[in-house]
């Protein structure tokens, strides 16, 4: 009713609409924008994953004959197996780093704001950055082992970093460095809003430090635990610029990863159909982590409404 | 409830935080040692340990005076991309998120909700789906290989994250604020600077730093859609040290990593609070 003072009788509504333009303009143009190029932009991706396309896009249809193509490739059976060790050792390893970190932080111990800005920086810094100085400090010519060697103990090895079964664990070293601090921070804040009166209870049970921990704090945890998985496996599937910088996929393809295939597919071979095929199972390998996850979530809401 | 006195078990606590700090300290510890040994020095021994002599100069060679491929102009041009291409980007995705959200959370149109889902979807899309319809935008635009062509990828792209951020934040502004300003007359815009905008600055830091960190840290993009001289300074540490592979260079090498690390961790360092925030609040999605 207060709307139709400012229109008035008389006045068209056609003129109104057009004295909104602007925030029309201003309300859907970037949502559009945002909203169709994801849309447009996987449609296309998916199409051309079933198309001949090689150095340039092109129609035709070959079925799934991109995705076997990839699937038999020792490249991509090779990222598939580093990704499954690399995500599982990551995810599992910075978790328990973060948790551990969070439950010494609470602590109530001095300078906690300054270790907590210690162990988050390495997020402020790019994986280029962190792959590029973990390269020397992991090199056995040039870091650690080279120290070591030049103290005197000549025998010392840790030579990771160009041995190929292990170099996946270099990566697995610098992850953990760089995102630790990450779940810290999520644990920390879990820590901190726990029930009060159930620590007290607790407290009065008799309980003690570690058996408080198990018990009545630690179970509290657990949806933190599962985000923090979540995004961790996120970053585990995406990552790329991290083995750029470190190894380079080295030696030999002993550290590619599914990241690296689709763009060795893409833009070396150019060999697009078959990119996209791999960027498309990338995608499929997110929505097995994101979609239990989504309705994960949407149960536990459902259940806090109704609680 | 636990106390501070100085038993053996806190004793403990502190050496075990002490240990692990130093240890992530390390790796910067270890750059910023290294910017300031000669190449020489460093060729003798390991890349692990104490200047013999500070050697300065390392970080003019690495400002502008060390080549990457044919060019020998430091690292200089490629903090000037970085630059040019995150500045830009980051004002624009945020203002363009900030009235994105504010547009989804307050002023309330049909089928906000479904657009807003829409575009939060971005945040898991993986950047290799959108690789080849980038690059087909870039070339139809002519926007290959050009700074522009990166600063309209990254406000495109970054809007998933400013949207989500600024609606999550402005969900809690009480609807009747907007709906008493409606009804003495203001419009989308007004509300938007009179009320919206006041009440934004902690949101709109967070979101500043965020994006400013993504971007200027951003490879695949840098790398993929820009060569030789348009590089970002990603781009172009990789490019130094396969340029460098042969005759390495670690001194210089380790002052352009400091260099190019910079101007992220200085803004940890003034804006640690909100960078934190930002964190916790796209991992809350």
Redesign the interface.
């Given at each position: 009713m207060?709307i139709a003072v400012?229109t008035g009788p008389g006045r068209p509504a056609t003129s109104d609409r057009v004295r909104?333009l602007?925030?029309y303009l201003?309300?859907w143009v970037?949502?559009?924008?945002?909203?169709a190029?994801?849309?447009?932009?996987?449609l296309?991706?998916i199409w051309?994953s079933f198309t001949p396309s090689t150095l340039i896009?092109v129609t035709g249809w070959v079925g799934l004959r991109n995705y076997s193509a990839v699937a038999a490739s020792r490249n991509w059976q090779i990222a598939l197996d580093n990704l499954l060790l690399f995500g599982s050792a990551f995810v599992l390893l910075s978790l328990a780093?973060g948790l551990i970190?969070a439950i010494?932080?609470d602590?109530?111990?001095r300078g906690e704001n300054v270790?907590r800005?210690?162990?988050?920086?390495?997020?402020?810094?790019?994986?280029?950055?962190?792959g590029?100085?973990?390269?020397?400090?992991l090199?056995p010519g040039?870091?650690?082992q080279?120290?070591v060697?030049?103290l005197g103990w000549t025998s010392f090895r840790f030579d990771w970093l160009i041995d190929r079964d292990m170099a996946i664990w270099t990566i697995v070293i610098a992850a953990i460095?760089q995102s630790s601090?990450?779940a810290m921070?999520?644990f920390l804040?879990g820590l901190r809003s726990v029930d009060a009166d159930l620590?007290k209870a607790a407290?009065i049970d008799g309980a003690g430090p570690v058996r408080m921990y198990r018990r009545v704090i630690l179970p509290t945890l657990w949806p933190i635990t599962i985000?923090?998985i979540v995004?961790q496996l996120?970053f585990a599937?995406?990552t790329?610029?991290l083995v750029?910088?470190l190894t380079n996929g080295g030696p030999g393809i002993a550290t590619q990863l599914p990241?690296l295939v689709?763009?060795d597919l893409?833009?070396q071979r150019s060999l697009?159909g078959r990119?996209?095929a791999?960027?498309?199972l990338?995608?499929l390998l997110?929505l097995a982590v994101?979609l239990p996850y989504a309705a994960w979530r949407y149960v536990q809401r459902r259940r806090a409404i109704h609680a | 409830?636990?106390d501070?006195t100085f038993a053996p078990s806190?004793i403990l606590?502190?050496l075990?935080?002490s240990l692990?700090?130093a240890a992530?300290?390390?790796?910067?510890a270890?750059?910023v040692l290294?910017s300031l040994r000669s190449n020489e020095e460093?060729a003798q021994?390991?890349?692990?340990?104490w200047p013999q002599h500070l050697a300065w100069s390392n970080y003019a060679a690495a400002w502008s005076g060390f080549c990457v491929a044919e060019t020998c102009a430091g690292i200089r041009p490629y903090m000037l991309n970085s630059a040019l291409v995150t500045i830009p980007a980051t004002i624009f995705s945020t203002l363009?998120?900030a009235?994105?959200g504010y547009?989804?959370s307050l002023?309330r149109?049909r089928g906000d909700s479904w657009?807003?889902g829409?575009?939060t979807?971005?945040i898991?899309?993986?950047?290799?789906?959108?690789?080849?319809?980038?690059t087909?935008v870039l070339r139809d635009t002519g926007l290959m290989n050009t700074l522009t062509g990166l600063v309209l990828i990254h406000t495109?792209q970054g809007?998933?994250f400013t949207?989500l951020f600024c609606r999550n934040y402005y969900v809690a502004i009480p609807q009747e604020l907007i709906r008493a300003a409606?009804?003495d007359?203001a419009?989308?815009?007004r509300i938007f600077w009179r009320i919206i905008l006041p009440l934004s600055p902690p949101i709109l830091v967070v979101t500043v730093i965020w994006q400013f960190?993504h971007i200027?840290?951003?490879?695949?993009y840098g790398v993929?859609f820009t060569t030789g001289q348009q590089q970002p300074v990603?781009a172009a540490?990789?490019a130094l040290?396969a340029a460098v592979a042969d005759i390495p260079q670690?001194g210089v090498?380790s002052a352009a990593?400091m260099i190019?690390?910079l101007p992220?961790?200085l803004?940890?360092?003034i804006g640690?609070k909100y960078?934190?925030r930002g964190?916790?609040a796209g991992?809350?999605k």
């Open positions: 207060t400012s909104r602007p925030e201003a309300i970037p949502l559009l924008l945002s909203a190029h994801l849309i447009a932009f996987s296309w991706t051309i896009p780093t970190l010494l932080l602590q109530r111990i270790l800005s210690i162990f988050l920086y390495p997020l402020a810094v790019s994986f280029v950055v962190t590029t100085v973990w390269s020397w400090l090199n040039l870091g650690i080279k120290l060697h030049d460095w601090g990450f921070a999520l804040a620590i407290q985000t923090v995004i996120q599937i995406s790329f610029d750029r910088a990241a689709v763009y893409m833009f697009l990119g996209a791999a960027a498309v990338m995608l997110l994101l | 409830m636990r501070r806190r606590i502190y075990i935080v692990i700090a992530w300290l390390a790796p910067l270890v750059v290294n460093i021994g390991s890349m692990i340990g363009l998120g009235v994105a547009a989804v002023w149109f657009i807003y829409i575009v979807l971005g898991f899309l993986p950047q290799q789906m959108r690789l080849l319809p980038w087909i495109i809007l998933s949207t409606r009804i007359g419009g989308f815009f960190t200027w840290n951003e490879f695949l993929t990603t540490l990789i040290s670690h090498q990593v190019a690390a992220t961790l803004i940890y360092l640690g960078f934190v964190l916790t991992a809350v």
